[in-house]
């Protein structure tokens, strides 16, 4: 079992639409613990440092201008297996083909407008979460209710 971090993002849709609140606490819910959080206006250098490996896709500039079309919540969760926990709570990529009771299969219905973006491996949660935090602002605390969570 080993402990991860994984960086979530609540996309301008999803800030927009009023779900920071439903988005991370299905995350929260799920019982990986938060570790950072904090609103951030996108810009083009973040967009392409953030998705690196897409900035050669045909949908890039759509990704880039809706990333940075409106506030995004950032947020850190830890836990074990936090990267795939999270992702099996995001559900698919394209919200269509999105299991129901995932986040994306319940609130989403567009690829382009999917509510979420979380960490797809331990590395990338590590360098994900470097972007958008500062190490100081990464809180460890001790959670009362972490034996009730993780045996
Ligand atoms: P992920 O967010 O599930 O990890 P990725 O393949 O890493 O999916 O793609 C990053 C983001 O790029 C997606 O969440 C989505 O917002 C956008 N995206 C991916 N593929 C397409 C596409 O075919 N059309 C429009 N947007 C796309
Ligand atoms: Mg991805």
Do not use: C
């Not at 810009?43 to 490996?53: Q, T, V």
């Not at 709570?89 to 979380?118: F, S």
């Amino acid at each position: 079992m080993s402990v991860e971090r994984t960086l979530i993002l609540v996309k301008p849709d999803g800030v927009q639409r009023g779900l920071v609140g439903a988005v991370l606490g299905r995350i929260e819910q799920r019982g990986l613990k938060l570790v950072g959080l904090k609103m951030v206006q996108m810009d083009d250098a973040l967009a392409s440092r953030h998705y690196e490996a897409h900035v050669e896709k045909p949908f890039f500039e759509g990704l880039k201008a809706f990333m940075t079309s409106s506030p995004l919540v950032a947020a850190v969760f830890e836990g074990p297996n936090a990267v795939q926990a999270a992702r099996n709570v995001m559900g698919a990529t394209d919200p269509v083909e999105a299991a129901g009771g995932t986040i994306r299969g319940d609130l989403g219905l567009d690829i382009g407008r999917n509510l979420v973006h979380g960490s797809d491996s331990p590395e990338a949660g590590e360098r994900e979460t470097a972007i958008f935090f500062e190490p100081h602002e990464l809180i460890a605390w001790a959670r009362d209710s972490e034996r009730w969570i993780i045996e």
